[in-house]
């Protein structure tokens, strides 16, 4: 048997420190969405709208180019609380769900169907930090779609209406902040136990479009039909729930025509139910998430 030269060389570069190589996986869980037409088209339409709520902020405040292109400032919208819920954080939020079933469902999906979780995990990498670099890179992504526009626009029209305003509507930043961070949880969490648990793409992304919209109208009918003092079912919609804690983070900085078709429940037991969906998320990937797979 003939014995070939070993050429191979062992790695002499630097190495990635531990804390920071969830990173390492971060990153090319979205390299190859980048190659997508799909993905990077709707990326520019779900930054599309922040883009033209700036515009409309700063129009409000140019009178010079107001006159100019003769429109009246009490044609344009307010710049208060519904603006910033209606016109510029509900549309996003609807983004955040669809760039989510483009991405989400296949963060895990790909490397179970061909047998690659063994080799992360077979390298210095533990199961905590490769499910935390497959959730930073859905989180990093919604992030780019939600929060940080949101905050960006209630900056700039600080920065253009003054000081008191930004004083007087502090709380409205921490709505936006506190309410995109709760759907981003919400989707992320749900999208990774089913990447693991669902090993076909299109079925995964079937299974999370469903548990985001059958039970709402479940939860509706429960409530009709036993005629429960509060809306108990609605605990099992994490739309519905999603609706609630919005509400409660926004409060009296948006009029009450925002709130239609509110749910009765309490803000504390819908902010329980969103820790319980998270935590039950998070145990269904510690039971997936193997360095083996035994196979019957």
Not at 107 to 122: K, Q, S, W
Not at 175 to 187: D, H, K, Q, V
Not at 241 to 263: E, K, N, Q
Request: charged residues 15%; hydrophobic residues 55%.
């Amino acid at each position: 048997m003939a014995v070939y030269e070993r050429s191979y060389r062992p790695f002499v570069g630097p190495r990635t420190p531990t804390a920071g190589r969830w990173r390492v996986v971060a990153r090319y869980a979205l390299a190859d969405q980048w190659g997508s037409r799909v993905f990077l088209a709707s990326l520019v339409v779900a930054l599309t709208l922040p883009v033209i709520a700036a515009l409309i902020i700063y129009l409000r405040h140019n009178a010079s180019l107001l006159s100019l292109l003769q429109v009246d400032v009490s044609q344009l919208l307010d710049i208060d609380g519904e603006f910033f819920l209606a016109g510029v954080l509900v549309p996003q939020q609807w983004a955040a769900l669809w760039m989510t079933l483009l991405v989400g469902p296949r963060l895990i999906t790909a490397d179970l169907a061909a047998g690659a979780l063994p080799l992360y995990l077979a390298r210095p990498l533990t199961r905590r930090t490769y499910v935390l670099g497959k959730a930073a890179a859905l989180v990093g992504l919604l992030s780019a779609i939600t929060w940080i526009p949101g905050l960006l626009l209630w900056g700039l029209q600080a920065s253009l209406e003054g000081p008191g305003w930004a004083a007087e509507n502090l709380r409205l930043a921490g709505a936006l902040l506190g309410a995109s961070w709760t759907w981003i949880l919400i989707l992320s969490c749900l999208s990774l136990a089913l990447s693991a648990w669902v090993r076909w793409r299109p079925v995964a992304q079937l299974f999370l479009l469903g548990m985001l919209t059958v039970p709402t109208g479940f939860a509706r009918a429960v409530n009709e039909i036993l005629e429960l003092d509060r809306d108990w079912a609605v605990l099992f919609s994490p739309t519905d729930l999603l609706t609630v804690t919005r509400a409660g983070l926004f409060g009296d900085t948006v009029h009450s025509w925002a709130y239609i078709d509110l749910p009765d429940l309490p803000l504390a037991s819908a902010w329980l139910a969103v820790a319980l969906l998270c935590a039950a998320c998070l145990l269904l990937l510690t039971l997936k998430v193997k360095a083996f797979e035994v196979v019957r």
